[in-house]
Nanobody
Framework: QVQLVESGGGLVQPGGSLRLSCEASGILFSTYAMGWYRQAPGKQRELVAAVTSGGSTNYANSVKGRFTISRDNTKNTVYLQMNSLKPEDTAVYYC?????????WGQGTQVTVSS
Protein backbone atom coordinates (compact mmCIF):
# COMPACT_ATOMS: atom_id res chain seq x y z
CA GLN A 1 0.00 0.00 0.00
CA VAL A 2 1.39 3.34 -1.07
CA GLN A 3 1.19 6.21 1.38
CA LEU A 4 2.41 9.79 1.20
CA VAL A 5 2.06 11.49 4.57
CA GLU A 6 2.54 15.26 4.74
CA SER A 7 3.30 17.23 7.87
CA GLY A 8 4.49 20.65 8.90
CA GLY A 9 1.63 22.86 7.81
CA GLY A 10 0.05 25.46 10.03
CA LEU A 11 -0.54 29.13 10.66
CA VAL A 12 2.34 31.54 10.21
CA GLN A 13 2.67 35.31 10.01
CA PRO A 14 3.73 37.03 6.80
CA GLY A 15 7.49 36.89 6.45
CA GLY A 16 7.69 33.70 8.48
CA SER A 17 8.89 30.23 7.58
CA LEU A 18 7.57 26.70 7.54
CA ARG A 19 9.03 23.38 6.49
CA LEU A 20 6.76 20.77 4.99
CA SER A 21 7.69 17.10 5.01
CA CYS A 22 6.29 14.22 3.01
CA GLU A 23 7.24 10.70 3.97
CA ALA A 24 6.56 7.99 1.42
CA SER A 25 6.04 4.29 1.96
CA GLY A 26 5.21 1.45 -0.38
CA ILE A 27 7.26 2.78 -3.28
CA LEU A 28 10.88 2.61 -4.36
CA PHE A 29 11.33 6.22 -3.35
CA SER A 30 14.64 6.88 -5.07
CA THR A 31 13.15 6.13 -8.50
CA TYR A 32 10.30 8.64 -8.21
CA ALA A 33 10.25 12.31 -9.00
CA MET A 34 8.73 14.10 -6.03
CA GLY A 35 7.09 17.44 -5.67
CA TRP A 36 4.51 19.74 -4.19
CA TYR A 37 1.37 21.24 -5.61
CA ARG A 38 -0.90 23.68 -3.87
CA GLN A 39 -4.50 24.70 -4.21
CA ALA A 40 -6.00 27.87 -2.82
CA PRO A 41 -9.77 28.31 -2.41
CA GLY A 42 -11.40 29.00 -5.74
CA LYS A 43 -8.19 28.46 -7.67
CA GLN A 44 -6.72 25.68 -9.74
CA ARG A 45 -4.07 23.40 -8.33
CA GLU A 46 -0.61 24.66 -9.28
CA LEU A 47 2.84 23.14 -9.23
CA VAL A 48 5.02 24.71 -6.55
CA ALA A 49 8.26 22.75 -6.76
CA ALA A 50 9.58 19.43 -7.96
CA VAL A 51 12.73 17.36 -7.69
CA THR A 52 13.65 14.55 -10.05
CA SER A 53 15.05 11.20 -9.02
CA GLY A 54 18.43 12.59 -10.02
CA GLY A 55 18.06 15.66 -7.85
CA SER A 56 17.26 18.33 -10.43
CA THR A 57 14.78 20.91 -9.19
CA ASN A 58 12.31 23.35 -10.63
CA TYR A 59 10.05 25.96 -9.08
CA ALA A 60 7.05 28.07 -9.86
CA ASN A 61 8.09 31.64 -10.61
CA SER A 62 6.02 32.83 -7.67
CA VAL A 63 8.17 30.94 -5.15
CA LYS A 64 11.65 31.12 -6.69
CA GLY A 65 14.17 32.43 -4.21
CA ARG A 66 11.82 31.79 -1.27
CA PHE A 67 11.11 28.05 -1.35
CA THR A 68 13.56 25.17 -1.49
CA ILE A 69 12.70 21.57 -2.26
CA SER A 70 14.97 18.75 -1.20
CA ARG A 71 14.84 15.00 -0.79
CA ASP A 72 16.43 12.47 1.50
CA ASN A 73 16.35 9.04 -0.10
CA THR A 74 17.58 7.41 3.11
CA LYS A 75 14.42 8.63 4.86
CA ASN A 76 12.02 8.33 1.91
CA THR A 77 11.14 11.96 2.54
CA VAL A 78 10.82 15.11 0.48
CA TYR A 79 10.89 18.55 2.09
CA LEU A 80 9.69 21.99 1.15
CA GLN A 81 11.38 24.80 3.03
CA MET A 82 9.24 27.90 2.72
CA ASN A 83 10.70 31.27 3.70
CA SER A 84 9.43 34.83 3.42
CA LEU A 85 5.88 33.56 3.31
CA LYS A 86 3.18 35.77 1.89
CA PRO A 87 -0.60 35.70 2.35
CA GLU A 88 -0.93 34.54 -1.24
CA ASP A 89 0.96 31.36 -0.29
CA THR A 90 -2.09 30.30 1.72
CA ALA A 91 -3.32 27.00 0.30
CA VAL A 92 -3.54 23.29 0.84
CA TYR A 93 -0.19 21.80 -0.13
CA TYR A 94 -0.13 18.34 -1.67
CA CYS A 95 2.86 16.07 -2.01
CA UNK A 96 3.11 13.79 -5.03
CA UNK A 97 5.30 10.99 -6.28
CA UNK A 98 5.62 10.59 -10.04
CA UNK A 99 6.92 8.18 -12.61
CA UNK A 100 5.81 7.85 -16.24
CA UNK A 101 3.66 4.91 -15.14
CA UNK A 102 1.74 6.40 -12.24
CA UNK A 103 1.35 9.27 -9.80
CA UNK A 104 0.54 9.08 -6.13
CA TRP A 105 -0.79 11.89 -3.97
CA GLY A 106 -0.76 12.77 -0.32
CA GLN A 107 -3.80 13.96 1.59
CA GLY A 108 -2.68 17.57 1.78
CA THR A 109 -1.63 19.91 4.56
CA GLN A 110 -3.01 23.39 5.16
CA VAL A 111 -0.69 26.37 5.14
CA THR A 112 -2.19 29.68 6.25
CA VAL A 113 -0.20 32.91 6.12
CA SER A 114 -1.94 35.62 8.07
CA SER A 115 -1.32 38.24 10.70
Amino acid sequence: QVQLVESGGGLVQPGGSLRLSCEASGILFSTYAMGWYRQAPGKQRELVAAVTSGGSTNYANSVKGRFTISRDNTKNTVYLQMNSLKPEDTAVYYCYAYTTIRTYWGQGTQVTVSS
